[in-house]
């Protein structure tokens, strides 16, 4: 089953994509969805989830951390990201007037779909409600000078995700990529992760409770170079479509809210 979040005049609203088509749903995402059979007319995509938390997980491709001259780490590095960063298919990624280098990182992520504390590898498939792709934009800049990671990834906007939460899925061999303008930047696989989903989940899950719709970013891989304003950043994960995002300067209409889509995303 597709998950989609929507909006046509009224207020965002959860369903189901069938055949392109979106179908409005009614229960509760990533826990208990069904389908009412409805379509939907002019539904334009929203981010397919609407998380408390968004966990990520830095340098999980060796290739990647190789790149930037970074050691492979023994554990799984974590950072988090304010819900504010959010946004979906289509949505503008604003380059924050503060930054002079943003890095788009095409990622696999996996939605929770079930309250998750204290689970052992072994269970922890059965906690993951399903998958989308997510882009962890980086102020490579900001990043580095801070010291710490809050601020260079945690801009508003700096978390694409969609442009659905796919919940039949093996997300274990699979293809992430990442095009701007059409020209592909980073190409990886899933199985190259170097902590595999079920031990991020435990590794996760020993010091935070994760809740239904709650978002893990599980790594990118090699290839990341920066954009700037004007291009359109494109994320795929093989099997979950593509994740378009194109970049705005700050200032230029790129405000955060719904209204400042372009590009915008319909089915
Ligand atoms: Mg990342």
Not at 45 to 50: D, E, Q, T, Y
Not at 132 to 152: L, Y
Request: proline residues 9%.
């Amino acid at each position: 089953m597709k998950i989609v979040r929507y909006q046509t005049t009224g207020p965002a609203a959860w369903g189901v994509l069938d055949d392109g088509v979106v179908m409005a749903a009614e229960g509760t995402p990533f826990v208990d969805l069904r389908p009412t059979g409805r379509a939907v007319e002019d539904a334009t995509l929203l981010a397919p989830v609407a998380p408390r938390t968004v966990l990520c997980v830095g340098r999980n491709y060796r290739s990647h951390a190789e790149e930037f001259g970074n050691k492979v780490p023994d554990e799984p590095l974590l950072f988090l990201k304010p819900p504010s960063a959010v946004i979906g298919p289509g949505e503008q990624v604003v380059y924050p007037s503060l930054s002079g280098r943003l890095d788009p990182e095409a990622e696999l992520a996996l939605v929770i779909g079930r309250r998750a504390r204290h689970v052992a590898a072994a269970d922890a498939w059965s906690v993951i409600g399903g998958y989308t792709c997510g882009n962890d934009i980086t102020a490579r800049d900001i990043q580095k000078s801070d010291g710490q990671w809050t601020r260079g990834k945690g801009f508003d906007t700096f978390c694409p995700v969609g442009p659905w939460v796919e919940t039949d899925y093996d997300p274990t061999d699979v293809a992430v990529t990442c095009t701007v303008d059409g020209e592909e930047r980073q190409s990886g696989r899933t199985k190259d992760l170097i902590f595999p989903i079920p031990y991020l989940i435990e590794y996760i899950t020993r010091f935070t409770t994760l809740e239904p719709g709650d978002v893990i970013l599980s790594g990118t891989p090699e290839g990341v170079r920066p954009v700037q304003p004007g291009n359109t950043v494109t994320v795929e994960v093989e099997g979950l479509g593509s994740l378009p995002n194109p970049i705005v300067a700050e200032g230029r209409g790129g405000s955060r809210i719904l209204g400042s889509r372009s590009g915008s995303v319909r089915t």
